[in-house]
Each structure stands twice: as C-alpha cells, then as structure tokens.
C-alpha cells in the first residue's frame, strides 16, 4: 500500500484533560484481518521515516491504513498543544522518561502497555523505560541514546596509551599524558558554542553518585539540585577540563560538527557525545573506515560504564480515542512491530537489536556494537529519573563563560525545576 504522509498544523491552546476507555490487548498469536481501519501515527522530523518500514509490512499483513503525520519541530512541545485542541492520534513517537511522559497525562490519555507480548522480548535497560507510576505507558523500538567517549586511535598510539580508562580520574589521567605527548592534539573537543553537547562530561561525572533515593526525594521536594554531589561534579568537570587545560582553546565556541572533524582529523584526541555523532563521522568515513580510525569506550565516576537516555525515536506511545477497533489495532500494530517484523525493523534502519534473542544487523559499526553491550551495565541519565529535566547545558555554557559558579549552576538548575514544579502541580511543591 502506498505510503500515505500528512503535513500537521501548530495549535495554540492550554494543556486539558481528554478522557477516554481502555481495551483489551490484540491478539497476539498474529496479524488479523484489519481492512477498512485507519490508525494515524504522528512523528517528528527526526522520527519521519522510522515507522516507514513497520507501517507497510503491518498494512501489508493486515489491510489497515496508517497514516503517517509529520508534527513540526519541537515536536514535544507541539504535542501537549495539539492534545489541548482536542485532536488525538491513534499512536505518536514520545520520550519515553519520568521528565516527559507526564506532560501528556498518560493516565488520562494513553493506553496502558502492561502485559503486551513484546515487553519481556527487551533488554533490562529498555524494559525500566516508558513506565509512570508503575505503568507502562511507552513501547520501547530501538536502543537508547548512549554516553561515553569517541576517541582517535591514532591520537592515542601516538601518546602510548594502550589500555582504555576504567573510571572518570582514570580518563583525566590519559586526557594529561595525551597532552604532554602530543602537544598539537586537543585532549578532549568542548562544543559549547552549541551548548548542549558541554552535558555529557557531568552525567559520567555523576554516574552512580546520585542514586535513585536522590531522584525520588527531589521529585517530593526533598532533595535539591544543589546537592554538593552534584556542585562537585560540576566543579570537577570546571578543574579538570577547562582550567586544567584538556580540552581545545576555543572551547567556548566549538561546534557539534567541529567536534566530529577535530575527532576524525585526529586535530582532537577524545569527545564526549552520544551516538548522534555518528551521522557525521560517517558522512565523511565509510564503516570500514570508521572501525579503523575510531573507537568507543563507557566511562563513569567508578567505573567503565556508559549513560544513556531515552529521546522520542525510542518510544511509542498509544492513545485511548475511544474507538475500540482502532485502539485495539494500534495494541495490534505495537505487538507487530516489536513481534514478527521485528528482525525487518531493524535491518531496513541499520539499527541493533534490543530484543536479546534477537541478533543485530551485521555490518554494524564497531562502536555501535561496543555501545549496545554497554547498556547491560549503563546507567540511565536524570532525564529517566527526575520530574522535570532543567536546562543543564545553558547553565554550564554560562560556566564556561565564567558568569556562573558551580554553586550558581546548581542554584539555577534547581530554581528552573522547582518553577516548574510548581506548574505542573506536583506534589510537596
């Protein structure tokens, strides 16, 4: 069936409550005869070909129609608007975190998850995502985005350093024999003329430092973001990085791009980044190339572990329309997507499996692999965890800057989360 794409239209409104009824779950034994139901499935730019591929094949298998809607960028800011007006989809792409899934009331609005056949196919990490309140709410399609450090293999032959860090002092210590050695290379590439890309140094710096007793009293108001664990690491991340010297002069300017040709280049011996790097790295090497000239490897506080986090290509949520038929067919198409069709999924994107007995695509990017094995001991970053995410990485680019302190970073990220606290109604707040 001819794929069929439709252009969204913003709204303006106040987020309200739509109501709505539950359904059973589809049949899981298999595909059933779905001629004449349409589903509508809305997505984002960076999700917009995703579902292109389980789409076909379950309209293929099945008869149904669905109907993908591209919803213009930000994306999740749109949704809760468009929700307000009163317009619904069948499914939608959505972040799957304690941060965001609330924003669209998913006890109100969404179909709870629980007990579909999928759930026990994921891996541990992804099984922990998409759940409210003890709720499943979000099915997991692809593997999270994952933290840790790209390096130059050249860069480190060329300072001797053959043995990989195995914790976050460890690192500090190959970034200061890097730049003894080779003097020309950067140790690490800063992106803060970008600003976001500065967040990911803090997140292994607090890797198993702030546990989830911390994340659950500071959603009741009884913890703070000025913890002097989390000042600390901010401090740290200050010494060691930008005063000591261990990333690029200009690293108040340097840009994401830049990043991935300092790296490529050998210009930069290390970045911090998730896997969104590896669109550039491979815009410019071939995978053969990739595997021969970068390497991946976790770090954390205590140890080599990596942190990931989920963003709105990982899940998919299904909403309570009201329509059983089509509730159940969206269930349906969920149970497809990760069930029979789930080894096409991934092959057509290229994707690693996050479905254990499900082997990945081969031909996979060494570093792709290495960052897929690392989950099975990786710690999920505070967008997972914390109520609301503060806006981290426009407050260590005032750092950077020298126009705040740590102590003011981490003043700043908790007066954002108590305000917004405070709008959404939480409790203690």
Same mark, same amino acid.
């Given at each position: 069936?001819?794929?069929?794409?439709?252009?969204?239209?913003?709204?303006?409104?106040?987020?309200?409550?739509?109501?709505?009824?539950?359904?059973?779950?589809?049949?899981?034994?298999?595909?059933?005869?779905?001629?004449?139901?349409?589903?509508?499935?809305?997505?984002?730019?960076?999700?917009?070909?995703?579902?292109?591929?389980?789409?076909?094949?379950?309209?293929?298998?099945?008869?149904?129609?669905?109907?993908?809607?591209?919803?213009?960028?930000?994306?999740?800011?749109?949704? /809760?608007?468009?929700?307000?007006?009163?317009?619904?989809?069948?499914?939608?792409?959505?972040?799957?975190?304690?941060?965001?899934?609330?924003?669209?009331? /998913?006890?109100?609005?969404?179909?709870?998850?629980?007990?579909?056949?999928?759930?026990?196919?994921?891996?541990?990490?992804?099984?922990?995502?998409?759940?409210?309140?003890?709720?499943?709410?979000?099915?997991?399609?692809?593997?999270?985005?994952?933290?840790?450090?790209?390096?130059?293999?050249?860069?480190?032959?060329?300072?001797?350093?053959?043995?990989?860090?195995?914790?976050?002092?460890?690192?500090?210590?190959?970034?200061?024999?890097?730049?003894?050695?080779?003097?020309?290379?950067?140790?690490?590439?800063?992106?803060?003329?970008?600003?976001?890309?500065?967040?990911?140094?803090?997140?292994?710096?607090?890797?198993?430092?702030?546990?989830?007793?911390?994340?659950?009293?500071?959603?009741?108001?009884?913890?703070?973001?000025?913890?002097?664990?989390?000042?600390?690491?901010?401090?740290?991340?200050?010494?060691?990085?930008?005063?000591?010297?261990?990333?690029?002069? $200009?690293?108040?300017?340097?840009?994401?791009?830049?990043?991935?040709?300092?790296?490529? =280049?050998?210009?930069?011996?290390?970045?911090?980044?998730?896997?969104?790097?590896?669109?550039?790295?491979?815009?410019?090497?071939?995978?053969?190339?990739?595997?021969?000239?970068?390497?991946?490897?976790?770090?954390?506080?205590?140890?080599?572990?990596?942190?990931?986090?989920? =963003?709105?290509?990982?899940?998919?949520?299904?909403?309570?329309?009201?329509?059983? $038929?089509?509730? $159940?067919?969206?269930?349906?198409?969920?149970?497809?997507?990760?069930?029979?069709?789930? /080894?096409?999924?991934?092959? $057509?994107?290229?994707?690693?499996?996050?479905?254990?007995?499900?082997?990945?695509?081969?031909?996979?990017?060494?570093?792709?692999?290495?960052?897929?094995?690392?989950?099975?001991?990786?710690?999920?970053?505070?967008?997972?965890?914390?109520?609301?995410?503060?806006?981290?990485?426009?407050?260590?680019?005032?750092?950077?800057?020298?126009?705040?302190?740590?102590?003011?970073?981490?003043?700043?990220?908790?007066?954002?989360?108590?305000?917004?606290?405070?709008?959404?109604?939480?409790?203690?707040?």
């Amino acid at each position: 069936m001819k794929r069929r794409w439709t252009a969204a239209v913003i709204a303006s409104a106040a987020i309200v409550a739509l109501a709505g009824c539950t359904t059973p779950a589809a049949d899981s034994d298999g595909p059933t005869d779905l001629s004449g139901v349409t589903l509508t499935m809305w997505v984002a730019q960076a999700s917009a070909t995703l579902a292109e591929q389980p789409a076909t094949a379950f309209e293929e298998a099945t008869g149904a129609t669905v109907e993908l809607v591209v919803v213009p960028d930000p994306y999740e800011g749109t949704i /809760p608007t468009r929700l307000a007006t009163g317009e619904k989809p069948d499914l939608a792409f959505y972040q799957p975190t304690v941060s965001a899934l609330p924003v669209i009331q /998913p006890a109100t609005n969404l179909l709870p998850l629980d007990g579909e056949p999928w759930v026990e196919n994921l891996g541990p990490a992804e099984q922990g995502l998409g759940i409210i309140d003890g709720v499943r709410y979000a099915a997991i399609v692809k593997s999270p985005s994952i933290s840790g450090v790209y390096y130059n293999k050249a860069a480190f032959e060329a300072a001797g350093i053959t043995e990989m860090p195995q914790s976050y002092d460890e690192l500090v210590e190959v970034a200061a024999q890097i730049k003894a050695a080779t003097p020309d290379v950067a140790p690490f590439y800063e992106a803060g003329g970008d600003k976001w890309p500065v967040q990911w140094h803090l997140h292994s710096l607090l890797s198993g430092v702030l546990d989830e007793s911390f994340w659950a009293d500071l959603n009741k108001n009884e913890a703070s973001w000025t913890d002097p664990r989390f000042v600390d690491a901010v401090a740290k991340y200050q010494a060691d990085i930008i005063e000591g010297g261990l990333s690029q002069a $200009a690293y108040q300017t340097g840009t994401f791009e830049e990043q991935a040709a300092a790296l490529t =280049d050998g210009s930069a011996a290390m970045v911090f980044q998730v896997d969104a790097i590896l669109g550039l790295l491979l815009a410019n090497l071939s995978v053969d190339e990739l595997n021969e000239q970068i390497g991946w490897f976790p770090i954390a506080s205590g140890g080599p572990n990596s942190q990931f986090v989920a =963003d709105q290509t990982n899940g998919v949520v299904a909403f309570k329309t009201g329509d059983s $038929a089509r509730e $159940a067919a969206a269930k349906q198409f969920l149970s497809f997507w990760l069930g029979e069709n789930y /080894p096409a999924f991934i092959e $057509a994107n290229n994707y690693p499996s996050i479905q254990p007995s499900v082997p990945s695509p081969a031909g996979l990017p060494e570093v792709t692999v290495a960052q897929a094995e690392s989950l099975a001991t990786g710690t999920g970053m505070w967008y997972l965890y914390a109520l609301t995410a503060p806006d981290i990485h426009l407050y260590l680019n005032d750092m950077l800057f020298g126009t705040k302190t740590p102590e003011q970073v981490g003043q700043a990220m908790e007066d954002q989360f108590i305000q917004i606290a405070k709008a959404q109604g939480a409790p203690g707040f």
